[in-house]
């Protein structure tokens, strides 16, 4: 074999960080050593990797072309090397999931996955659709947990469970007392309000807009935020009213803090979606968290 396992690990390194120093900090070799592993991959196989700018390197079109063999590759000699270590059952995962399903439904998972297994060590990054994807794309996340559709060819995406957004406002808000009064709630309501909405790029925007396809250019939307906290706070504050998943917004129906609007004419169901790069290796870790997401 005209190559090694470290070759490979240091060549992907680099197409992560762009740089051999950085790549080589986190390998935990000398620059020197990284460099020559590099420079003995490109050599033996007569071929150039990466285009080099200035201090950067970034891959070229042959590099682009190995790299989702070589990060399959690398996840098959991790299994392997776990299962003659009698480990097969520790998983290192690295997770992204969308602030929705993050927040509210990922950790209860990962809590479990931990319980089930002790030694597994799971990292959960926490962001909108469409870093995540980006991520998953870019071989930064080993599988994604989105609520936002997709159509890229480079992922697999598939479904996961159903959810729906909600519409909701204080309890001092004007249109509380249409629904106590069991009067419907217009779209003609819908444009003489204030909104207060997830921002551009987040699933939960995205199903807002689907939603309210015909009124939306004249909606008054007066903030977009990241959190779905802030929002829900700026909504009990009565500064407009709000739309996420009903998920986020159990507790507040409960308490009475935040009321639902009832809005039959608009359709704001949706699925949430496992993403995985086509090209990704799916381990055994990648298995039992799609399994353990299934049956929460």
């Not at 990962?110 to 794309?137: C, F, G, W, Y």
């Amino acid at each position: 074999m005209r190559y090694t396992l470290r070759q490979l690990q240091v060549f992907l390194a680099i197409a992560h960080q762009q740089n051999v120093s950085k790549a080589a900090v986190q390998l935990n070799l000398s620059q020197s050593a990284a460099s020559s592993a590099l420079k003995e991959l490109e050599q033996q196989f007569d071929l150039q990797l990466f285009d080099r700018i200035g201090k950067r390197l970034q891959l070229n079109e042959q590099g682009r072309l190995i790299r989702p063999k070589a990060e399959r590759l690398l996840a098959e000699a991790v299994e392997l090397e776990q299962a003659l270590s009698e480990q097969a059952d520790t998983s290192n995962l690295r997770v992204g999931a969308t602030l929705t399903i993050g927040n509210y439904l990922a950790v209860n998972i990962m809590a479990e996955m931990m319980r089930q297994q002790p030694d597994a060590h799971i990292n959960l990054e926490v962001a909108n659709t469409s870093t995540i994807s980006q991520k998953v794309l870019n071989y930064d996340l080993d599988i994604g947990l989105i609520e936002g559709e997709l159509q890229n060819t480079d992922l697999e995406v598939t479904p996961w469970r159903d959810d729906e957004l909600a519409v909701f406002c204080s309890p001092e808000h004007p249109l509380v007392k249409k629904v106590l009064a069991n009067r419907r709630i217009t779209d003609k309501d819908l444009l003489a309000v204030n909104w207060i909405l997830r921002e551009a790029g987040s699933g939960t925007q995205q199903t807002f807009e689907r939603a309210m396809h015909g009124i939306l250019p004249n909606l008054k939307i007066v903030h977009e935020l990241q959190h779905t906290e802030a929002i829900k706070r700026a909504v009990e504050a009565n500064l407009g009213i709000g739309c996420l998943s009903e998920i986020t917004l159990k507790e507040e129906f409960e308490r009475g803090t935040l009321v639902r609007l009832p809005v039959p004419q608009r359709n704001f169901k949706r699925s949430f979606y496992f993403i995985i790069h086509n090209q990704k290796f799916q381990s055994a870790g990648i298995h039992k968290w799609i399994s353990l997401c299934k049956s929460s």
